[in-house]
């Protein structure tokens, strides 16, 4: 047999990890036990972090990636991908990230921004990166700096779904308005949306995205977890909603039944009954702006 | 002719244009009803512990590897590749069990080790096929009646054993339909033999 030449780390094997999450469900833990009952509940990959959203809410303070060794807990607990966050413009946090061969860098607004300029620059790194978005325009400015997955940023740690569905609807939106747009019409829109123009015309192309794009921000139910499905996300991200429940466990396995058959409503309400308290959460209507995580980022 | 998709979680979608393209109906796997009338079933790469649980809990296992017992031709990327396999290295995870292989799952890694190539596979004709790896399984060692179609460094990528087809990688992810299509030429097969 010939010499067989492997590429790593390029676009295609970043984009085809996202491609295997669909449908799934990816759940933010902080220890390797929670990674496990994660794992065992059904979940596609986990989150490893240091707080869940509603305790960096509510403890303040800076919020920074997680410590390596609690990382390589998690990575020894499971068997399935393993992602955990770094700051906005953190490049070290994120080259600490890919130097422990975590599985997914979520580049994310939930931690404290540490460059209120620029975003990382994720094109420049082998392993793949998720980041947040709340229309079209910033899914495609995170795209251009290539990420390799998009999620609707919603907002985290209130377990409240209002946010994470103003979100997606306004990128099936802007979607639609690219799609239909004429050709000449298209780099005014993404002049106005801020997109990249090649990346605009992808997605006239397309009708979709070019990234695979989760939900997250303020899901706390299986029936929240099936609604993003229905207004089109590719699967869900849980943070606070799980381990900040009654029963962390019973609730995991049930949302992601609820996420594998989204469409199946009696079975929806099958897996919803007695699950306990779900976590409290707060409204965001009545959060001040200042408390608003999601306008982190641009 | 339809060809079935297990549809709990994964590239579904992938599969289903690819199939598309080559003009076969398809139709979404999620229940045991829908194994009615397909000629055959695509296992999608996906997380094989995520999928696995849930072809127990629907009760979806045993009537897909009766199907498979009886004939069905079933086609497994990656995911599909770990749950048609009787052996799993370490792992007691559920799986249909149906092909006589021992497979090693993340075998190449984590995510960093992801990687595609150009492999000849000659099966599929003279022009290598593009292949890509996703934290991947392989095929460690297989019985006398599995045929490897491709192998490197002795680790077996891409499989048959009879009506059973089983790949570590991801044809669906490329536009390249020939593995699809030697697929189809199995399920033909299968039909002119009944």
């Known amino acids: 047999m010939p010499e067989v030449k492997k590429e790593t780390g390029t676009f295609a094997v970043k984009k085809g990890l996202a491609e295997m999450l669909k449908g799934g469900v990816i759940m933010d833990v902080v220890t390797p036990e929670q990674a496990k009952i994660a794992e065992d509940a059904g979940a596609v990959a986990v989150m490893a972090l240091e707080r869940v959203p509603s305790d960096i809410?509510?403890?303040?303070?800076?919020?920074?990636?997680?410590?390596?060794?609690?990382?390589?807990?998690i990575q020894q607990a499971v068997s399935i991908p393993v992602m955990?966050?770094?700051?906005?413009?953190?490049?070290?946090?994120?080259?600490?990230?890919?130097?422990?061969?975590?599985?997914?860098?979520?580049e994310s607004e939930v931690l404290t921004p540490a460059d209120d300029v620029y975003h990382?620059?994720?094109?420049?790194?082998?392993?793949?990166?998720?980041?947040?978005?709340?229309?079209?325009?910033?899914?495609?400015?995170?795209?251009?700096?290539?990420?390799?997955?998009?999620?609707?940023?919603?907002?985290?740690g209130t377990g409240d779904v209002v946010e994470a569905v103003r979100h997606i609807r306004q990128v099936s939106k802007d979607i639609q308005r690219v799609v239909s747009a004429s050709p000449m019409e298209l780099m005014t829109i993404a002049k106005e949306m801020g997109a990249p123009y090649e990346l605009a015309l992808q997605v006239k192309e397309l009708g979709r995205l070019p990234v695979v794009n989760f939900a997250a921000g303020g899901i706390a139910t299986p029936a929240d977890a099936a609604l993003m499905m229905v207004l089109g996300c590719d699967g869900v991200f849980v943070g606070s909603g799980i381990f900040k429940s009654d029963n962390p466990a019973k609730r995991a396995k049930a949302i992601v039944e609820a996420v594998a058959h989204y469409q199946d409503f009696k079975l929806v309400a099958e897996v919803s009954k007695g699950l306990g308290e779900a976590m409290r959460g707060q409204s965001v209507a009545q959060m001040e702006d200042k408390d608003k995580i999601a306008d982190r980022g641009w | 002719m339809k060809i079935g998709i297990l549809a709990l979680q994964g590239a579904v979608r992938e599969h289903r244009n690819l199939l598309r393209c080559l003009g076969v109906e398809t139709v979404d796997v999620l229940n045991p009803h829908d194994l009615h009338g397909i000629s055959g079933l695509i296992l999608p790469g996906g997380e094989s512990t995520?999928?696995?649980?849930?072809?127990?809990?629907?009760?979806?296992?045993?009537?897909?590897?009766?199907?498979?017992?009886?004939?069905l031709p079933i086609f497994g990327t990656?995911?599909?590749?770990?749950?048609?396999s009787k052996y799993i290295n370490g792992s007691a995870q559920p799986r249909l069990g149906l092909m006589d292989a021992h497979v090693e799952r993340n075998a190449f890694g984590r995510q960093l080790a992801s990687f595609e190539a150009d492999m000849p596979i000659p099966a599929l004709g003279d022009a290598p096929f593009h292949t890509?790896?996703?934290?991947?399984?392989?095929?460690?060692?297989?019985?006398?009646?599995?045929t490897t179609l491709l192998s490197l460094e002795d680790k077996i990528l891409f499989a048959q054993q009879g009506n059973l087809l089983a790949a570590a990688f991801h044809p669906e992810l490329t536009s390249d339909t020939r593995v699809h299509e030697y697929f189809l030429r199995i399920i033909a097969t299968a039909q002119t033999s009944q």
Do not use: W
């Open chain 1, 57 to 73: 809410r509510a403890q303040g303070g800076v919020a920074r990636m997680s410590d390596p060794e609690m990382i390589i807990g």
């Open chain 2, 78 to 84: 990656c995911t599909g590749l770990i749950l048609l």
């Open chain 1, 84 to 106: 955990a966050k770094a700051r906005i413009g953190h490049i070290v946090e994120a080259r600490v990230l890919e130097a422990l061969e975590i599985d997914f860098i979520d």
């Open chain 2, 132 to 146: 890509v790896f996703i934290r991947a399984p392989y095929i460690e060692k297989a019985g006398g009646d599995v």
């Open chain 1, 120 to 156: 990382i620059l994720k094109s420049e790194f082998k392993v793949p990166f998720v980041c947040g978005a709340r229309n079209l325009g910033e899914a495609l400015r995170r795209v251009g700096e290539g990420a390799a997955m998009i999620r609707t940023k919603g907002e985290a």
């Open chain 2, 50 to 71: 995520t999928v696995g649980k849930l072809l127990v809990r629907y009760g979806l296992l045993e009537p897909i590897a009766e199907a498979g017992r009886a004939g």
